[in-house]
């Protein structure tokens, strides 16, 4: 049998994490454009490259190279431009994590009816399955977030090469 205080921390802890879900969507959509841009650039590299296989193949082509045209092609159905985990996820989460506090609530409010092995049983594992599904698009935002960062500071590292490389073009030529 679980306790009030257990029962009251799960319930606390699944407001939380529902509120949470919601969170991730708050990170990730001011930096959305940066995420999808560079599925956007994958997906036109792939493109390119297929347009560009596919020209070349005739029907005298090796099937080393009709073989690679099919890679191409299953690699770009691969390219996801809207993560899975922002729309299915997000969502399956926060309606577990919701009918966790349902579950909670009604074990406080109607304890003849809430209080046996079954109802305690379903409401442990709604918990379990809400927490490790918020672990899980929780830890797919961060490698989004990560990867957009990295990316930004890419850029601004090749930028400062290139401003620093300008200098020295500049510094040699007034040495000479």
């Not at 529902?18 to 841009?37: M, N, R």
């Not at 809430?114 to 490698?143: C, K, M, P, Q």
């Amino acid at each position: 049998m679980l306790t009030e205080t257990t029962v009251s921390t799960i319930l606390e802890a699944s407001i939380t994490g529902a509120g949470l879900i919601v969170a991730i969507y708050a990170l990730i959509t001011p930096i959305s454009s940066k995420i999808f841009e560079k599925r956007f650039e994958l997906l036109k590299e792939k493109r390119t490259d297929f347009d560009k296989l596919k020209k070349e193949i005739t029907s005298e082509s090796s099937k080393k190279d009709l073989k690679q045209l099919r890679t191409l092609a299953s690699e770009i159905q691969k390219i996801r431009t809207f993560p899975k985990y922002l729309g299915f996820g997000v969502l399956a989460v926060f309606m577990l994590y919701i009918l966790t506090v349902a579950t909670a609530f009604n074990w406080f409010v109607y304890p003849n009816l809430y209080r046996d092995d079954t109802s305690e049983f379903i409401l442990r594992n709604l918990f379990l399955v809400s927490t490790i599904g918020f672990l899980a698009v929780g830890g797919y935002a961060i490698i989004d977030v990560y990867r957009a960062m990295r990316q930004e500071f890419e850029q601004m590292k090749k930028q400062k090469d290139e401003v620093k490389n300008k200098i020295q073009e500049m510094i040699d030529a007034l040495a000479d």
